[in-house]
């Protein structure tokens, strides 16, 4: 069956200017989660939704980041005033809930200029 | 506080060798303990997990071992070839609420042919 998928998957944007992040789990999952991955780190969680609700939103690192997801499927990572230290490859990870198994999108590459 | 350290940071194995990574985590409460592989441009792909409750895992040439009183797991690719050149993560998490990855920083494995 088709993997995670996140669009699009080069992102460039100037400083301040807002931008959205799309990822579509894999069907049936009822768990998505977003992490950010630095060059050469590991990623870093950010926030983790059970269905409609974020269930752990700790990651977030201040309040321009938003993540929804409305119908508990499609999840929008939403970034406002931008900053080039958001510079980074945002990755989506879902899993069924029940298995902590988390299968990861293949990013967005998020550049502020 | 990096609570999941890897080491070593990276590690050039010659073909049909064994390539060991080590992993050593903080928090006695993490209970699932995978391992990712990713290539450059593309997401995490899950190779191989395993929980506390045994201290090896081997699935094909991979194998997890698992040392809990020391609070250390490992991975290692037995008969490792060029195309398992790829960087590799090792990660914590907490079944329940907090399921969230902590990820280690990454081993960039170079399998010369």
């Known amino acids: 069956g088709a993997g995670v998928s996140q669009t699009p998957s080069n992102k460039v944007t100037e400083k301040g200017k807002y931008v959205e992040l799309r990822c579509d789990p894999i069907s049936g999952h009822t768990a998505l989660y977003w992490y950010r991955q630095s060059l050469g780190q590991g990623p870093e969680f950010l926030i983790y939704?059970?269905?409609?609700?974020?269930?752990?939103d700790s990651g977030l690192p201040n309040d321009r980041f938003f993540a929804v997801r409305p119908e508990g499927s499609v999840s929008t990572l939403k970034i406002q005033r931008t900053e080039r230290g958001d510079s980074a490859v945002y990755l989506c990870a879902s899993d069924t809930g029940h298995i902590y198994e988390q299968y990861f999108g293949p990013g967005t590459r998020l550049t502020v200029t | 506080q990096q609570q999941v350290k890897q080491s070593p940071q990276s590690l050039i194995v010659q073909k049909g060798g064994i390539s060991i990574i080590n992993c050593a985590y903080e928090?006695?409460?993490?209970?699932?303990f995978p391992w990712y592989q990713q290539f450059p441009g593309k997401g995490p792909a899950l190779l191989i997990a395993?929980?506390?409750?045994?201290s090896e895992k081997k699935e094909g040439r991979f194998t997890i071992s698992f040392n809990k009183s020391a609070k250390q797991f490992s991975l290692h690719i037995m008969d490792s070839q060029p195309g398992d050149s790829a960087t590799y993560f090792c990660a914590a998490s907490i079944s329940g609420s907090a399921r969230q990855l902590t990820f280690g920083s990454g081993t960039q494995l170079t399998v010369l042919p």
């Open positions: 939704f059970q269905g409609t609700g974020a269930a752990d």
């Open positions: 395993i929980r506390p409750d045994v």
């Open positions: 928090n006695t409460a993490f209970d699932y």
